[in-house]
T-cell receptor
Framework: GEDVEQSLFLSVREGDSSVINCTYTDSSSTYLYWYKQEPGAGLQLLTYIFSNMDMKQDQRLTVLLNKKDKHLSLRIADTQTGDSAIYFCAEVTDKLIFGTGTRLQVFP | IAGITQAPTSQILAAGRRMTLRCTQDMRHNAMYWYRQDLGLGLRLIHYSNTAGTTGKGEVPDGYSVSRANTDDFPLTLASAVPSQTSVYFC??????????FGPGTRLTVT
């Protein structure tokens, strides 16, 4: 079956690193994604990782993939107040399946 | 270039009424999706279409129907709205496995 799970909340101080975690169940996923949703807006694709990769870095964002444990994480370095949003991980097999979302709150 | 648009932006609807949420994309993407977003539940897939002329059921299809007469349009219809369908609805489209675009959402309240 397809199930993607995330913790609901994360609170960090500005300037610290944030790590948002996600677990998925479908081992046939080809791509895994991280989306960002700001208040009142739709989802914006942040980054993605192909299933045969372990890590991908894109400026302040680092994605780690552990296929054995079906665990995906997103690390945001030097977290800013503008990073406050809901972050969704998603996997794709024949369709997109989203996690429940993690609300990141950044405080000064 | 508009990308993907949804209409209306928001709507208050009496229970039992019929409602169609519109979604249009101008990117010639093959696949389109409808999701609902509810607090604590994330995004749940309602229906999808991999290409014009085909549709499929997602995780929560009951009470909803879709059609895909052409590549650009993917309307979602609530035949007889119920309060549990109060939600924010997002339409999305993809061409391949990387490019995914979401509309701005439709906030629907069923009273």
């Amino acid at each position: 079956g397809e199930d993607v799970e995330q913790s609901l909340f994360l609170s960090v101080r500005e300037g610290d690193s944030s790590v948002i975690n996600c677990t998925y169940t479908d081992s046939s996923s080809t791509y895994l994604y991280w989306y960002k949703q700001e208040p009142g807006a739709g989802l914006q694709l942040l980054t993605y990782i192909f299933s045969n990769m372990d890590m991908k870095q894109d400026q302040r964002l680092t994605v780690l993939l552990n296929k054995k444990d079906k665990h995906l994480s997103l690390r945001i370095a030097d977290t800013q107040t503008g990073d406050s949003a809901i972050y969704f991980c998603a996997e794709v097999t024949d369709k997109l399946i989203f996690g429940t979302g993690t609300r990141l709150q950044v405080f000064p | 270039i508009a990308g993907i648009t949804q209409a209306p932006t928001s709507q208050i609807l009496a229970a039992g009424r019929r409602m169609t949420l519109r979604c249009t994309q101008d990117m010639r993407h093959n696949a389109m999706y409808w999701y609902r977003q509810d607090l604590g539940l994330g995004l749940r897939l309602i229906h999808y279409s991999n290409t014009a002329g085909t549709t499929g059921k997602g995780e929560v299809p009951d009470g909803y129907s879709v059609s895909r007469a052409n590549t650009d349009d993917f309307p979602l219809t609530l035949a007889s709205a119920v309060p549990s369908q109060t939600s924010v609805y997002f339409c999305a489209s993809t061409r391949g496995l990387i490019e995914q675009y979401f509309g701005p959402g439709t906030r629907l309240t069923v009273t």
